[in-house]
């Protein structure tokens, strides 16, 4: 993970791009990152669709969801969610709420999601279920108010993922990139889960030693590296790369005195530049 | 919503192909526009597929479904479905009819859609269901005849939704964002509807409650910026973004002496402009 | 539908990508017209995947499906289904052979596909369904003796459209543009009738009366003009329009003295030659 | 089939590309094929996602899967499943790994996919399924332990495929093309049993003759350069053909003393040259 934090600004604009290209978020969905200096603090985009966020959008936020310099647009109504997680877990790093259509059935139906495959272990063997109704009765179903987020954050308790009642999913991780490996395996494992369901009946989750040996293999070193890699790249390939921050915004929050222009990823790949030289 | 004719025609020829692109409208299916200054008439292209609309397909018509100026290109046989909903319902100022993949298995099974998450509560909590063999007997099933058009707006009641029999859908609007939201969002929950019902079974509506606070949220400023951003950023990314209108054929119409050039619409996103600059 | 061999030739290849684009043809499947001056020949490629096919590619045959010239290529080994209904069905001037996903459930499950919404009613009411096992035994499944032609036009009879038990469908037309419209059309109705099968049970097709007259909606005038053009956009914005047909190897077969550069189709659009322009 | 290594390197780029457009790889899986004349030896990327291989990536291991010089790259941790096949099974001459989510459900079912239709015949009559715990217990489901490669080389058997429990599938060819031809007609297949099963019932195989005949289909020479024309074209399309193997690294390894600049395949098409060209 990059300490420095405009490398961890132009991190978590990709990683919106990213999910964005891999169908976890749309229109909606947004992803945070802990501050890399300053646990007291985390980092969020103003109210804008991910895929089209830029290192520029990026905002600072205390824990309780405050913006750390008075807001010039527009802030996500549902920001209390990485708040109250930040709050509740010293352990994650970085969050991300979404609507994907992969887990938007069960969120539907109330049914559970469960490892099916080795890849969708990397969520883990429990995905709680959070039923805002239960403890705040009609609401828009919006997690809005910081008793909302509370509530939520204690649901979710010390696991990976949890799903919440008729409006989506919030998913944790101890990086950045670990975030993006578990959302993205999480949703293709429920998109498993469903076909199998539709098709063959209910699949029984994985044996609990497969789930707990099977969940780290996102993280391995030489999986890690492929699919940031896969994923950077077919984000390039469709034109869709952030653009670099600019060192006017970037500098009076994040104290660096000069923003040097840099790609916003490693794995920048050979295809990618060629459609952007174009 | 903007108010100068030109400025609404270019809105309008936006809409139908953010509608095509996000797989509301295909080769069929027709959105229009109450007249910005005449509540008497309303905005729709001559019969062309909402994909390729320019500005200056658009034509002006009289509530009873006339052209305002003799045609010189093939109409839409079902405009009446535009003109009678104008006429029955002052606060409409936007109409889509449409036969989205995700709605078509609720209009041939006879089934109704229900909000089954908070985005899809845009619909609102009941969308009435049009059967037009029920007073017209066989019929090609398009609505043609005025009698027709009235029999569908009485259907459509004060909803803001109603399904076609074996046909589609018609979805209507207090302004061309706000049908323009509403068409895709019930049609993401006729998707989710679907999924739920193939994998998990039939899933109950939101609560009452939970439908009329959730209805709004697609119309909140910071959704409202975000989402016509969304959806302009990713069809200039296709390379589909209209023209913008001639001058000649908008001023008799309109009326306006000079026809600018200008950005078809405000949130004209870097990547797209970079992307046509090619 | 053009009456010079090159128009017609053109057509044909832009009926090849046409509906490979559109999802009804992939590696495989094939599409023929009847010869524009001689109805004892048919027009069809030589044995290659319909979405790379070139007017140079198109070659002629007699109803005995033998190759007129001797070729220099391979040839589609089942190209007697064309011969073979071109001999029995004097009306037909088109024929299209798929295995398209949308079919293939039912030509494997030996379940009929009912017209089930308006548009669907192209194909008309009966799609006969033919299992070449029950005259030829155990077989590869391909139809490539003339007898297995023959049978195959039997089974289809006065229809619009056969199955294929394992195998796909063939659709025939009035003309080449028909034809596309009523394979395209087909594929939408089977997939909705699938898509109805598997979340809220077994359609009813549409009445007799309705399935007569929603059946020549899509040869309306105003409704064939708006679908072609819609189709050749798409395709012209995938930057996969065919090239145009050298004068060399046209002019022998179609005894034209000189085969001009024309544009394939009336309804380039302008966003499509955009991007080609790039 | 090649027989200089530099092309039979630059066709197993092609093939991992290939097979990563058409949707049976993704971030994962891997193909393989034998070493052209060294039958002990075979050829397989470092690990990097199938979609950006290019021939520089492509190693040169022992059948006990040990890289033949000292990597200086991370190395798939299931080669295994390469070697031990090709150990037990001479007539092999490529292998491919993937978890394409045609495949999935009856990997996650514990269900056999059968053929059902001509083209799905490639597989062949019987897929066996290994369950990785039947013999090792808990695992993290990956086959990286030689006994783990033997007993899966075990359950293929004689077979052209085998179904690997919570996994994903082993697909064998007697050559890098019949291979990548029966993984997609495989997958395809695999589909076709699926959306059968959601909506009109298990359908039964078809009967063992027509496996039997059906299953060189994919094979025939008009049908081969077919599908392989189509699916570079489809590739090249997308912009995403392999770039060429530079002189530097492949001589050493393949020990030619001077590799030429050439196309990656003979079947680059008009279409996707001129997208490059842009």
């Known amino acids: 993970m990059p300490e420095k934090l405009t490398d961890v600004i132009a991190e978590l604009a990709l990683a919106n791009r990213i999910l964005a290209h891999e169908g976890v978020l749309d229109a909606f969905g947004h992803v945070s990152v802990r501050h890399p200096s ?39 109504a549902e920001r209390v969610i990485h708040g109250c997680i930040y709050q509740a877990r010293s352990d994650v790093m970085a969050v991300c709420h979404h609507h994907a259509p992969a887990v938007m059935p069960f969120c539907i139906a109330g049914k559970p999601i469960v490892p099916v495959f080795h890849v969708g272990a990397a969520m883990g063997a429990d995905v709680p279920f959070w039923d805002q109704h239960d403890e705040f009765g009609d609401t828009n179903l919006l997690v809005v108010k910081p008793e909302e987020g509370r509530s939520l954050a ?5 696991h990976s993922a949890v799903l919440m009642n008729r409006h989506g999913a ?24 469903l076909r199998t369901l539709a098709s063959l009946g209910a699949p029984a989750p994985l044996h609990p030693g497969e789930t707990r040996l099977a969940g780290s293999i996102s993280l391995m070193p030489n999986v890690l590296s492929r699919t940031w890699e896969y994923w950077c790249t077919r984000l390039a390939a469709a034109g869709a790369m952030p653009p670099q921050g600019g060192a006017k915004k970037a500098a009076p929050q994040g104290g660096a005195k000069k923003a040097t ?11 990618g530049k060629a459609r952007r030289r174009r």
């Open 261 to 271: 222009r840099r790609a916003p990823a490693k794995a920048a790949p050979r295809r």
């Open 154 to 158: 204690r649901a979710l308790g010390g």
């Open 38 to 76: 300053d646990p007291g603090r985390y980092l969020l985009s103003r109210a804008r669709s991910p895929a089209v966020i830029e290192p520029d959008d990026i905002l600072e936020y205390t824990l309780d969801s405050a913006p750390v310099k008075p807001p010039k647009a527009h802030l996500y």
């Open 170 to 193: 919030t998913v944790v991780g101890g990086s950045l990139k670990e975030l993006v490996s578990r959302s993205i395996f999480m949703c293709q494992n429920a998109e498993f889960q």
